[in-house]
């Protein structure tokens, strides 16, 4: 049977008003438990102000490919961060922990490993090595005191007395007493003391890090003052399909490494970046390929903290491949955000190599396959060239609006006053369950909280959230409904 189609015709404020507090009225006839009275209680405020921080002193984390420098970094952190595993190239970008010693906070930036006269990918990772030398207040070398000073070594210390940055030497990789003479002999780089650590056991890293509080200066010249509260965009998808490329061009600069090679980047990139005078911090992620426990190793632990990282934004930006059908993988991304509460935004890459007579089938194509999402705001682009870059931010702008709208009580149980009378519940064995009142529990994303006196049918549910949509937007945010089904009190 068709619904019949009614158009919404809201009362004025004052006529919300009075119906909500004759609806809450009501409720006092049924039972409700002590969660139910905190919920009706509560005034729907959310409060979530950051204030700005002052620029920390940025410490990097550099040296050949290997020789334990992410190992170092969870070491300082006190926590598995870093994406390590026993082989070289793990890490490939620059990628920034805030870190704490001794009362003192500072920015951590692990770094790929630098090494000479490297072409491809490797030339690419010893470059954002180099930048984060440039970009730091004081480096930490790490040196494999098992193996030595190698050419690659010597050269870095070159790099580093050019930099003319402080620089802490570190033997790593010294595991007992008898190790301490390999460690030694590093004092021929002319760095100074070398200070001999175990990154894996934890031995010596508390004098190093005495020394690396010495090294830095009390005030940063090169830290970032985080605004109060830029908004968090996560850039996710599945491996090669642009998410570095479109952080670099909205960055203006070769921020992450990129390379045709699938899956380069491991860790999530935070990079704070000023688009027509608002801030926004960019994440770029590692590409989801299966899920989780299908994974092994680096990969295992780079989609965790893919998942972490959507969870610790606020928007999440799919990419999708415009140039390939829509993949499983492609799909479970989508649910990934829409299961973490997150504002969501679509994006097609690679759409200006789509032919124009291609285009509107494709088009027709992408609805079919984008049903369950029809809410989430879409935009076509190129990751590579930047074309039609600038409409993401309108997208997210009205993603987030949607993420934080708040429908007040009087108004809702006005929509659904008229939305019950326009299409009654379907009777179920002779009953009709009834509508007592409804709230919004929460934003970020929207929660509504409906009080009835039976259950809901799973349909009714979806008629309500898409009437809700038509009528207030929420345009690019997931929204749920929960029932409360209570019984009247007993006499």
């Not at 984060?132 to 193996?147: C, G, P, S």
């Not at 595991?175 to 780089?189: F, K, M, Q, Y």
């Amino acid at each position: 049977m068709s619904e019949p189609e009614v158009e919404f015709v809201l009362p004025d404020e004052a006529g919300d008003a009075e119906r909500e507090r004759a609806l809450r009225a009501g409720l006092a006839e049924y039972e409700l438990e002590d969660d139910d009275l905190a919920l009706l209680q509560h005034d729907g405020d959310d409060e979530d102000g950051t204030g700005a921080e002052a620029p920390l002193p940025v410490l990097a984390i550099v040296g050949r490919p290997n020789v334990g420098k992410s190992t170092l970094v969870n070491r300082i952190l006190g926590r598995r961060e870093a994406v390590v595993e026993d082989k070289p190239g793990v890490t490939r970008d620059r990628v920034s922990y805030p870190a704490e010693w001794s009362g003192r906070r500072f920015t951590l930036v692990d770094t790929g490993g630098w090494e000479v006269d490297v072409a491809g990918i490797d030339k690419r990772v010893a470059e954002q090595a180099e930048v984060a030398i440039a970009l730091a207040d004081a480096v930490v070398f790490v040196v494999d005191a098992t193996v030595g000073s190698t050419d690659t070594d010597e050269q870095v210390v070159r790099l580093l007395h050019r930099s003319g940055k402080p620089v802490v030497l570190c033997a790593n990789k010294v595991d007992g007493p008898a190790a301490e003479a390999d460690a030694a002999v590093l004092w021929s780089l002319g760095l100074g003391e070398p200070h001999p650590v175990s990154a894996l056991h934890g031995r010596g890293t508390g004098d190093l890090l005495d020394a690396i509080l010495d090294a830095l200066p009390e005030t940063s010249a090169h830290g970032v003052l985080r605004p109060a509260g830029p908004r968090r965009v996560a850039l996710v998808g599945r491996p090669n399909v642009g998410k570095s490329s479109l952080l670099n061009k909205v960055a203006g600069a070769e921020r992450v490494v990129v390379d045709d090679v699938a899956g380069t980047t491991r860790d999530p990139v935070d990079e704070l970046i000023e688009l027509k005078g608002v801030p926004w911090v960019f994440v770029d992620t590692a590409g989801i390929r299966r899920r989780v426990h299908q994974t092994t190793g680096a990969d295992f632990y780079a989609s965790l903290r893919t998942q972490a990282a959507i969870e610790k934004a606020e928007v999440a930006v799919v990419l999708l491949d415009a140039s390939q059908p829509m993949t499983e993988q492609d799909t479970r991304v989508v649910q990934q955000v829409i299961d973490a509460g997150r504002a969501l935004v679509i994006a097609y890459n690679k759409w200006d190599l789509m032919d124009e007579d291609r285009r509107p089938y494709l088009e027709r194509e992408i609805e079919k396959e984008l049903v369950q999402v029809t809410w989430a705001p879409r935009v076509n682009i190129s990751a590579k060239t930047g074309w039609h870059a600038e409409r993401l931010v309108p997208a997210l702008e009205t993603a987030l609006d949607s993420w934080d709208m708040r429908i007040p009580t009087g108004r809702l149980n006005a929509f659904l006053g008229e939305l019950v009378a326009a299409h009654p519940h379907p009777l179920r064995g002779g009953k009709q369950p009834r509508i007592l009142f409804a709230t919004q529990a929460s934003t970020r994303p929207p929660r509504f909280v409906v009080f009835t006196t039976g259950f809901l049918d799973p349909g009714y549910r979806r008629y309500i959230e898409r009437r809700l949509r038509e009528t207030f937007g929420f345009e690019g945010t997931p929204i749920t409904i929960s029932v409360r089904v209570r019984e009247k009190r007993k006499r």
